[in-house]
DNA sequence: ACCCAGGTGGCCC
DNA sequence: GGGCCACATGGG
């Protein structure tokens, strides 16, 4: 069993994901700060609102009012520290690339990285998000879920960020289109399947599972 | 009435 | 480095 291997099964389980839903790069950016720790159902509302009022755009955000921004993402949860995350982001653009984020994405993929790291309110989940699904840099994308299945799967030992990150980089070829759609598939695999409450009787992987096995009444089965 | 969601930063030891 | 907490809305 190896990542390639749990990579076809994710695909012919659930099908190809098409991440990430946005109409152009700055929205991917919105949305990644948007969804930390929130649904991407609520994520959507608030994208939705910023659309309608027409600030879904750098130069907008920038000279938007904290509290209007604030009420418009709202529905998306942590709404006041994430208005600030997004303004973060927005100054930083404008501060040091013009506001274009063709300028900082002509950066290298590390210097990037390293850039968005800088960003208060940007971790290393939303800066590899932005890296491989806006910027479209091989960066791989690691989250909860991604600890969570392969840990259990025996494949992972170590549960640091960038060790995981590492350990995928190292054992996949190095593809843009495969990152997006590997990391899109552990999300889907993670919220429908793989949860506290186990129904480890629907997970593709779950032969593979060392805690589907060691729950009682699966391991009957 | 819980529990969880496509995390992050701050503070403590 | 790890453990705990605040941040907050909406759906199951």
Request: glycine residues 4%; charged residues 35%; positive net charge.
């Amino acid at each position: 069993m190896n990542l390639l291997e749990v990579y076809e099964i994710l695909l012919k389980k659930f099908g190809k994901q098409n991440w990430w839903p946005a109409d152009d790069s700055f929205e991917v950016i919105v949305g990644a700060i948007l969804t930390q720790q929130a649904s991407w159902k609520n994520v959507e509302k608030a994208i939705k609102n910023l659309k309608e009022h027409k600030v879904l755009k750098p130069e907008d955000l920038h000279r938007l009012d904290v509290k209007r921004l604030e009420m418009l993402i709202r529905p998306s949860g942590f709404y006041k520290v994430k208005a600030r995350r997004l303004k973060s982001f927005v100054d930083f653009l404008f501060e040091k690339y013009d506001g274009r984020l063709e300028k900082l994405f002509s950066l290298s993929m590390e210097d990037l990285r390293r850039e968005l790291l800088s960003i208060k309110g940007i971790g290393d989940e939303t800066a590899d998000s932005i890296v491989l699904y806006s910027a479209e840099k091989p960066s791989f994308v690691v989250d909860a879920y991604t600890i969570r299945i392969f840990s259990r799967l025996g494949l992972l030992k170590e549960k640091e960020y960038h060790k995981v990150k590492e350990f995928f980089e190292m054992n996949l070829p190095r593809d843009v289109e495969l990152y997006k759609e590997y990391h899109a598939l552990i999300v889907e695999l993670g919220k429908n399947i793989c949860k506290t409450k186990p129904r480890c009787f629907l997970c593709p992987l779950n032969k593979w599972c060392n805690y589907a096995n060691s729950v009682n009444d699966f391991a009957e089965r």
